[in-house]
């Protein structure tokens, strides 16, 4: 079955920093997302993203956050301050047709903010 | 707004005997309604998705569901549970939203199969 992959599977930065986080989506897949999980929390939704631009975010992806998809195979989260509650599992997913179709996920990149 | 539901933190089961791990959604429209599962350290697998149709579906790892309307309910089920099956569950649901559609998770149960 065709994966998502992301890289780094770990990141680790100082407060304040900027990270940017990477995913390759599944190549025939047209809609991409973000989301996070905080150790023991649920899976919040970020983003989602498609025809090159963001089409619906969440009250947690703020100023701070930006997504881009520069060369028509990856699709990278930018934090650009990174603050201590950004730690957290990043989950880029990806699907083909919005409607019924399952998303496909990466394996996720841990981040942690010292 | 769209939301899930999963009223247990943890779910303990014998191996071999069944397993049911609840979940209710509340949605305005029609629902699209998936399991999905976490193994340690992996990313979001999915196992199983009601969109029309016959109100029990079967999914992966021989995983099956119940949709059940009256009750918004969409309960995961298997008839014999394996400690390989131990992980944490998730119920999504998934709606249109101002044209796009975003998929909402519940919090998760997470699954303890003993041997």
């Known amino acids: 079955e065709p994966e998502v992959t992301q890289t780094p599977s770990h990141q680790v930065t100082q407060m304040g920093q900027e990270v940017i986080l990477r995913c390759v989506p599944i190549?025939?897949?047209?809609?991409f997302y973000w989301y996070r999980q905080i150790l023991g929390q649920k899976v919040e939704f970020l983003v989602s993203?498609?025809?090159?631009?963001?089409?619906?975010k969440s009250e947690i992806f703020d100023d701070q956050f930006s997504v881009e998809r520069p060369d028509g195979s990856n699709f990278t989260l930018k934090i650009r301050s990174t603050k201590l509650e950004d730690s957290a599992m990043y989950f880029c997913a990806s699907c083909r047709d919005q409607g019924r179709e399952k998303l496909f996920f990466g394996s996720g990149t841990q981040l942690s903010v010292l | 707004a769209q939301s899930v539901a999963q009223p247990e933190d943890q779910v303990n089961v014998a191996e071999g005997n069944p397993l049911t791990v609840k979940c209710t959604y509340s949605v305005s429209g029609n629902p699209y309604l998936f399991w999905y599962v976490q193994y340690p350290n992996r990313g979001l697998q999915f196992l199983l998705k009601?969109?029309?149709?016959?109100?029990l579906v079967k999914g992966s790892y021989g995983f099956e569901a119940e949709f059940n309307k009256s009750q918004t309910s969409f309960h995961l089920k298997k008839p014999s549970a394996l400690v390989s099956d131990s992980a944490l569950y998730f119920c999504?649901?998934?709606?249109?939203?101002?044209?796009?559609?975003?998929?909402?998770f519940g919090t998760g149960t997470k699954l303890q199969v003993i041997p």
């Open positions: 190549s025939n897949h047209l809609y």
């Open positions: 999504a649901v998934r709606e249109r939203s101002g044209g796009y559609q975003k998929v909402t």
């Open positions: 009601y969109i029309t149709g016959d109100n």
């Open positions: 993203f498609y025809n090159n631009e963001i089409s619906e």
